[in-house]
């Protein structure tokens, strides 16, 4: 059973960073997802392609980055310039057969999730 185990969520106050990672290998395409109360689950960023190729929603473009660490076996993505409206639970998926630039954001295209991991932003 595919298992994906996110880390690196806490508390911080706005304008701070966090970084977050996932556990998982050998997937080609990987997204971040975050659920705020009462809202649909959201695409943040995905690498894909089996080349690295990277993609954001407009809400964290330039704010965030999602890098892979093959050494380790991790998906990483980094949190700056955290605003309150990023409070959510974020969570990792992975999709066996690849990601397009149009579904890398889509919760139902996903195979395999994570636990999430719990940020919060303060005002």
């Known amino acids: 059973q595919v298992q994906l185990v996110e880390s690196g969520g806490g508390s911080v106050q706005a304008g701070g960073s966090l970084r977050l990672s996932c556990a998982a290998s050998g997937y080609t395409c990987m997204t971040w997802f975050r659920q705020a109360p009462g809202k649909v689950r959201e695409g943040v960023a995905a690498i894909y392609d089996g080349e690295g190729r990277t993609a954001y929603a407009d809400s964290v473009k330039g704010r965030f980055t999602i890098s892979q660490d093959n050494a380790k076996s991790t998906v990483n993505l980094l949190l700056n310039s955290l605003k309150p409206e990023d409070t959510a639970r974020y969570y990792c998926?992975?999709?066996?057969?690849?990601?397009?630039?149009?579904?890398?954001?889509?919760?139902?295209?996903?195979?395999?999730w994570g636990q999430g991991t719990q940020v919060t932003v303060s005002s």
């Open positions: 998926a992975a999709r066996r057969y690849g990601c397009s630039s149009g579904s890398w954001k889509i919760a139902q295209n996903f195979d395999y």
